[in-house]
């Protein structure tokens, strides 16, 4: 079987000796001591993951990040920040850049190992996949919607909601992560299911799109009054869908990992 691919980077030299012999019989550890080194090793590898030093003398790695996430190439690669840093504040900063972790030096094999599997694995990335909960009384929206989406999302969906409890029975099961209403339907319309959705304490400030025939000033002004972040204006375009709702979960999953971060200082 083939190892994955891990690509350490990092300016000390017993460092990166230190990570390839630990797991050499796990993992394909690829050494690069610098920036430099590393574009050469992805000029010809796609490495699995990037285990990445944040303290460098000639660059940091926060900014090699940047570096990686603003190149279509390399963006969509996981980064795993090794630190000496112990504040939050470091772990913070490199969530925020798009880093998937951090790992506090020093570790033990078991603590890296764990965190290299857990970013690794295919299968929990599928089973945490973000859920978009998908609420319209067009039944042809609705497939449309989980054609497009389920390949990325755990897409769930749902007719015309006509009763409140139906709609709070299924959110005491699921916990979305965006929802996605139909602005017009006959009995609980989109504005009356944003106040049904913002009582829950999970979802004060869970993304909401409106699917809306009506893309009039007042009608988005008033969306937004309530708290809706977004609108798409039917016949749904597919790359508009999709952009739009990669746009506002990666926004909302990350304030939440970062929230989450602050509550525990």
Do not use: W
């Not at 929802?179 to 004060?204: A, Q, T």
């Not at 790359?239 to 909302?252: G, P, Y």
């Amino acid at each position: 079987m083939e190892l994955k691919k891990i690509l350490c980077v990092d300016d000390v030299h017993y460092n990166l000796i230190t990570i390839k012999e630990r797991f050499k019989n796990r993992y394909n550890i690829i050494p690069a001591d610098s920036m430099e080194k590393m574009y050469e090793v992805l000029e010809r590898v796609t490495p699995d993951l990037i285990l990445l030093d944040i303290n460098m003398p000639e660059i940091s790695g926060f900014d090699i990040i940047k570096a990686l996430k603003a190149d279509t190439r390399y963006a969509g690669i996981s980064v795993v920040f090794l630190t000496s840093h112990t504040d939050k504040k470091t772990a913070v900063k490199g969530l925020s850049l798009g880093a998937v972790d951090f790992i506090t030096k020093p570790f033990t094999n078991e603590k890296l190992a764990e965190c290299i599997e857990y970013h690794l694995d295919a299968a929990k990335r599928e089973a945490e996949k973000p859920i978009v909960l998908s609420i319209d009384d067009n039944p042809s929206i609705l497939q449309a919607v989980n054609a497009l989406l389920e390949d990325h999302y755990t897409v769930y969906t749902m007719p015309e909601v006509k009763e409140e409890p139906v709609l709070t029975k299924l959110l005491k099961k699921i916990t979305p992560d965006l929802f996605l209403l139909d602005c017009n339907m006959p009995v609980f319309n989109g504005f009356d299911l944003v106040h049904i959705i913002r009582k829950f304490p999970d979802h004060e400030d869970t993304p909401i799109i409106f699917l809306t025939s009506e893309g009039t000033v007042d009608h988005i002004s008033t969306a937004v009054y309530m708290g809706v972040c977004d609108y798409i204006v039917k016949p749904i375009n597919k790359e508009v869908l999709r952009e739009k709702i990669a746009l506002h979960l990666t926004d909302f999953i990350k304030r939440r990992r970062l929230r989450s971060l602050n509550d525990d200082r």
